[in-house]
T-cell receptor, first 109, second 117 residues
């Protein structure tokens, strides 16, 4: 079966760094996405990785290791507005997105 | 970036009635549109995938006669919830994909909150 695992909830302090991990087992791989979703809103795109390595985009970075079926999202200089759910999703061989359950990130002052 | 709109943003309807939700890609051609449902504190659940001009492909457990999807053009898809019941109350989100370079990124609409009384 296809499976995406990520922690249910994480807590971090404003100004700090947090890493949200995602492991996956899917039938085929056509890229991994990270989305941010604030409560009551639709997800917004953060990053897309299809090759191994680190992609940096401002305060957010995403890493992928295809051989390990592993990715992480790194958030630096945390701000209160970063409190949200972070969804990991993998596009399988049929170009369908398989979604993780999301990680709720709580930022404390 | 690409913009996807949904209408209405929220709707309240009585049990037994039908509700239509529109999803539009405003500045790109959406070759594929996806409809998701999200219950409180749960992840997104894909309901169906539709390609322009063809019938939608429904996920297992999703009743195609209850959730009617039409993707008549490259910029518009509609989801009609027929004979709605309170258990259909949920957050419905559409997304659109139009391949750009090497990315199959999906662009999400803002979602429609449906409450069936």
């Amino acid at each position: 079966g296809q499976n995406i695992d990520q922690p249910t909830e994480m807590t971090a302090t404003e100004g700090a760094i947090v890493q949200i991990n995602c492991t996956y087992q899917t039938s085929g791989f056509n890229g991994l996405f990270w989305y941010q979703q604030h409560a009551g809103e639709a997800p917004t795109f953060l990053s897309y990785n299809v090759l191994d390595g680190l992609e940096e985009k401002g305060r957010f970075s995403s890493f992928l290791s295809r051989s390990k079926g592993y990715s992480y999202l790194l958030l630096k200089e945390l701000q209160m507005k970063d409190s949200a759910s972070y969804l990991c999703a993998v596009m399988d061989s049929n170009y369908q997105l398989i979604w993780g359950a999301g990680t709720k990130l709580i930022i404390k002052p | 970036g690409a913009v996807v709109s949904q209408h209405p943003s929220w709707v309240i309807c009585k049990s037994g009635t039908s509700v239509k939700i529109e999803c539009r890609s405003l500045d790109f051609q959406a070759t594929t549109m996806f409809w998701y449902r999200q219950f409180p504190k749960q992840s997104l659940m894909l309901m169906a995938t539709s390609n322009e001009g063809s019938k939608a492909t429904y996920e297992q457990g999703v009743e195609k006669d209850k959730f009617l999807i039409n993707h008549a053009s490259l910029t518009l898809s509609t989801l009609t919830v027929t004979s709605a019941h309170p258990e259909d109350s949920s957050f419905y989100i559409c997304s659109a994909s139009g391949r750009t370079s090497d990315s199959y990124e999906q662009y999400f609409g803002p979602g429609t909150r449906l409450t069936v009384t």
